[in-house]
């Protein structure tokens, strides 16, 4: 199984820029969730998926953040307009029923 | 809500000495605790977890953690670190068979030769 798949790897790009992150997650999980990592917040859960519907979005942080997950293999994060405060590292990750999440490695964003 | 509180933000150790992570929870509500472990610019990988059943865990690679309900804790152990144990430990918990994991700040473990 290839994991967890997530890109790009790295973003860097201007404020006020649309940023867009991709998951692919792992086939057969019917959960998925995005985190944010930042060295003052540490790691935060923003959104989680089951079966492709949004079940709780009260960690996303503005309306600026969207997300969506069209089908059962693809999410996707959505930041417009970028801002500075937004540099993170942006992590999904997946898992079936109650077991165990899987993480992907990560979308390292840098706003300038 | 749960809450996670992971006491040591740094732990530097010599190699083949043993090291303690400690890890508080707090939650009204039974709870299952994990220990995800994160190498450099890696994500996060599964180390450990307690679901129900004998309160030590053990992962394949010698760490080991023991739930303590009555303490709210769940430290993890390892007697003898590698040079490759060199990495960022969360404690992580959620309320029994809930979906949102609530992570601690974690540990940077520094293994030193």
């Known amino acids: 199984d290839a994991g967890v798949i997530q890109s790009p790897r790295h973003e860097v790009t201007e404020m006020g820029q649309e940023v867009t992150l991709r998951c692919k997650p792992i086939?057969?999980?019917?959960?998925l969730f995005w985190y944010r990592q930042t060295m003052m917040r540490g790691l935060e859960l923003l959104i989680y998926?089951?079966?492709?519907?949004?079940?709780?979005d009260s960690g996303m942080p503005e309306d600026r953040f969207s997300a969506k997950m069209p089908n059962a293999s693809f999410s996707t994060l959505k930041i417009q307009p970028s801002e500075p405060r937004d540099s993170a590292v942006y992590f999904c990750?997946?898992?079936?029923?109650?077991?165990?999440?899987?993480f992907g490695p990560g979308t390292r964003l840098l706003v300038l | 809500a749960q809450s996670v509180t992971q006491l040591d933000s740094q732990v530097p150790v010599f190699e083949e000495a043993p090291v303690e992570l400690r890890c508080n929870y707090s939650?009204?509500?039974?709870?299952?605790l994990f220990w995800y472990v994160q190498y450099p610019n890696q994500g996060l990988q599964l180390l450990l977890k307690?679901?129900?059943?004998?309160?030590l865990v053990e992962s394949i690679n010698g760490f080991e953690a023991e739930f303590n309900k009555s303490q709210t804790s769940f430290h993890l152990r390892k007697p003898s670190v590698h040079i490759s144990d060199t990495a960022e430990y969360f404690c992580?918990?959620?309320?029994?068979?809930?979906?949102?994991?609530?992570f601690g700040g974690g540990t940077r473990v520094l293994v030193k030769p």
């Open positions: 086939s057969g999980h019917d959960y």
């Open positions: 990750a997946s898992r079936v029923h109650q077991e165990t999440q899987y």
């Open positions: 998926f089951n079966n492709n519907v949004p079940i709780d």
């Open positions: 992580a918990v959620t309320k029994a068979a809930g979906n949102k994991l609530t």
């Open positions: 307690y679901l129900s059943g004998s309160t």
């Open positions: 939650s009204s509500v039974s709870v299952y």
